[in-house]
């Protein structure tokens, strides 16, 4: 076998993703690999792959209970033989699953670092062929990496251990240049193939958002939302608790997770998020590392984190399967007190001398202004975060906040400058609500207090403003005009580049909204549609229909739905409608073992959905869908041939009996229609055949509004008996549908008498 075989026969897919083959190929030729991947690049098939071609065991370095369990699942379903060993398992269970493994039994076993130098395990592994050690998360293994964990040095003194020196490949989505020298250092890679994917997420939308009332916006969201799946990360348990106990109350179904409850209760509260038992999670950081559910539509910081490492790590968990996904970060000047009190609580390295420390802290410094300024730039977004993983972006991506945001500029350099002699003049002492305070001519107790008002610069920007004097000197510091130290109580300072603003060689712009944003419930612009998006309204019914089917065999098998099929698996069928195996396993996804336990259910209901039809359940034609799923487009139109029925009709007594209503939708005027047909040869109708003809003689539409897919009725429609009226769907959620009167109803029937079109 293979890598092309294997890829196909056990994971459904017929090609590489960018950047696989070739790390890949480097680990089947003996080289050790440091694969830098962004979330949801299909990391695991770099080493899952090779681990089925290479003789022997392929361990697998995992920091997470919840990620082995998910691997070794998803694995298992593949037809893939693999176990994990970690502290879930009894220790019969464990002994149990060393003695299989040392007789072949397993392929891939996934270990938690704590586990290698236990007598048990180390007695296993010197005695067995270890082909590759793979160390996923490999960030974990660095000092200078925003979540060292001091256990993954035990990595380093175990692979000492083993009898034979194995092939190392290392995988990570967030790494800057040092921490992947570090890696690669640490744990010896000999020259090994170093990959970097790129960094950027183009399915996901950034924006940052400053509402007064934070859990009012995610209220107002949630609900927007409520058929949808997403997390939201608070800073404090506190907050955790807060926040959970209001979505609860207004009636959201959401559970929680922090360090603070029971070891059963996470477990529970994780297994029913990832079940879909409960869409929503409120949690702090403490969750998330190594999550694999795939249709995480959204992710929510209600607070923001200490660095951009971590906020980067934790908003990619959204959108895992290349939909198109939010992530939206609520920020307050109060967070960044709240992370640099976090920072300063944190436990230290015990085994560090002092000037290591410092050097960290000194560094943890450093991104935590990073992660503010993040928050507080007026450029790009996405730009912000590729230029400091050391990436180039484009001026504008189109698909956040800032990009969407209108924005007029003035000429700021004279402001600039008084705010320069004021920091000059209190001699760096005070913070920014001090300096702003003193400019703007306030007359607070605590200013009356310091004396400031004896200062020249006292109130002169007053025209100006306090919180516009706030803006700017915001701007300042992301521009690097002024620095905000990290002493308790963080003091302004001018750096060396104020000079250029003092003799005149750099002038001093201020980016500013030109009117107040309002909060969008949908972030996500045209540049980041859905899969889903290419489905029709009887594909979107029918996808719903499919993933219902997924959601029961979920719960008969104990295991999350998105191991059984990714959504994306489920719309390719929505488009390929397969009848047939053949068919079936050409669907993206579909691998042979998954076919053989869930095939025949799914070409089952299909057939039950179709009546063993192929209808257009997209829009465009087969080669922009196959474009817009990523696809090769090479699939044979066979596939796509319907079979051969007379097309739908009634004549002209049929038409007589059709039972007339004031009002029908499409699917239930399909309906009726139906129930008028003669034979199994005429092929039914269907309320997505009917408003696509509407569309053709201008009587209707479909557009994108705020991201969602919106229909409208035109002038023409109106006249011909359409109209626009609300709904609401089985979550809640009020939308608008087409109804069509009596008048637009004699039309639609007119449409299907025989001789007439």
Not at 41 to 62: D, E, H
Not at 290 to 306: E, W
């Amino acid at each position: 076998m293979n890598k092309y075989e294997a890829l196909k026969k056990y994971f459904g897919y017929d090609t590489f993703r960018e950047g696989q083959e070739k790390l890949i190929d480097a680990i089947l030729e003996g080289r050790d690999a440091l694969g830098i991947m962004p979330t949801g690049a299909g990391k695991s098939l770099c080493y899952q792959i090779p681990a089925l071609l290479l003789p022997g065991i392929t361990l697998v370095i995992s920091p997470l209970i919840s990620l082995m369990k998910d691997q070794v699942q998803s694995l298992n379903q593949a037809g893939i033989h693999a176990a994990y060993i970690n502290s879930s398992l009894t220790e019969n269970q464990i002994t149990k699953a060393l003695k299989l493994a040392a007789e072949g039994r397993y392929k891939i076993i996934y270990v938690a670092p704590e586990r290698l130098e236990t007598y048990e395990f180390l007695h296993f592994a010197t005695q067995a062929e270890i082909s590759m050690l793979t160390v996923d998360e490999a960030h974990c293994i660095s000092q200078w990496g925003q979540d060292f964990r001091p256990s993954y040095l035990k990595i380093v003194r175990f692979l000492k251990q083993l009898k034979t020196h194995p092939i190392v490949s290392a995988f990570t989505a967030t790494a800057t240049e040092n921490v992947r020298e570090d890696i690669s250092c640490v744990l010896g890679l000999k020259q090994p193939e170093i990959l970097v994917t790129g960094f950027d997420r183009k399915n996901l939308s950034f924006a940052v958002e400053t509402p007064k009332n934070k859990a009012g916006y995610v209220l107002d969201y949630l609900k927007e939302h409520t058929e949808e799946s997403g997390i939201i990360y608070c800073s404090t348990r506190k907050n955790v608790d807060t926040l959970y106990e209001k979505i609860e109350a207004a009636g959201i179904a959401v559970t929680k997770y922090h360090a603070g409850l029971s070891n059963e209760e996470r477990r529970q509260n994780q297994e029913d998020f990832v079940f879909d038992k409960m869409p929503v999670m409120v949690a702090t950081n403490a969750f998330g590392m190594g999550i694999d559910k795939s249709n995480v539509r959204y992710v929510i910081h209600y607070n923001m984190p200490q660095n951009l490492e971590n906020y980067y790590q934790e908003a990619g968990r959204a959108g895992r399967d290349g939909e198109a996904s939010e992530c939206i970060l609520l920020y307050s000047a109060q967070d960044v007190m709240i992370a640099q009190f976090l920072l300063e609580s944190k436990e230290e390295n015990p085994e560090l001398t002092e000037e290591e420390l410092e050097d960290i802290r000194e560094r943890d410094a450093e991104r935590l202004r990073s992660m503010n300024y993040y928050c507080l730039t007026t450029n790009c977004l996405r730009r912000y975060i590729l230029n400091y993983f050391g990436e180039q972006g484009a001026e504008c991506c189109e698909n956040c906040s800032n990009c969407r945001k209108e924005f007029v500029t003035a000429d700021m350099t004279s402001e600039a400058e008084t705010i320069i002699s004021c920091v000059k003049e209190l001699r760096g002492r005070y913070g920014v609500n001090v300096i702003a305070g003193t400019l703007a001519g306030d007359n607070r107790a605590k200013l009356r207090e310091y004396g400031v008002s004896s200062y020249k610069s006292f109130g002169s920007l007053k025209d100006l403003g306090e919180q516009k004097i706030k803006r700017l000197i915001n701007q300042m510091l992301v521009d690097g005009f002024l620095v905000s130290t990290r002493d308790k109580y963080a003091l302004l300072k001018l750096t060396d580049k104020a000079d250029e603003v003092i003799q005149g060689t750099q002038k001093i712009v201020l980016k500013e909204p030109k009117e107040e944003p309002k909060h969008s419930v949908s972030q996500i612009s045209s540049a980041g549609k859905r899969k889903s998006d290419i489905l029709n309204s009887k594909g979107l019914e029918f996808f719903e229909q499919l993933r219902t089917l997924r959601t029961e065999i979920a719960r008969q098998e104990g295991m999350p739905p998105y191991i059984i099929f990714s959504d994306k698996t489920l719309v390719d069928m929505c488009i390929r409608l397969p009848l047939t195996k053949e068919e079936m396993l050409a669907v993206s996804g579909v691998g042979e073992n998954k076919f053989v336990k869930y095939g025949e259910r799914f070409l089952e209901e299909i057939r039950r959905l179709t009546g063993g039809t192929k209808e257009k359940f997209y829009f465009g034609t087969l080669e922009e869908v196959e474009q817009l799923r990523g696809g090769t487009g090479k699939q044979k139109r066979k596939d796509w041939q319907k079979i051969e029925k007379t097309d739908f009709f009634v004549t002209g007594a049929q038409a007589g009996k059709f039972p007339y209503e004031e009002k029908y939708l499409a699917p239930e005027l399909a309906e009726r229609l139906n129930e008028l047909r003669e034979g199994e040869q005429v092929k039914k109708t269907s309320g997505a055949e009917i408003f696509r003809r509407i569309q053709e003689l201008g009587l209707a539409g479909e557009r994108y509004e705020n991201g969602r897919r919106q229909k409208y009725v035109t002038e023409a429609g109106k006249e011909a008996g359409l109209w626009l009226g609300s709904r609401t769907s089985k979550a809640g959620t009020e939308y608008q549908d087409i109804y069509y009167d009596k008048k637009a109803q004699r039309m639609v029937v007119e449409w299907f008498v025989r001789g007439t079109q």
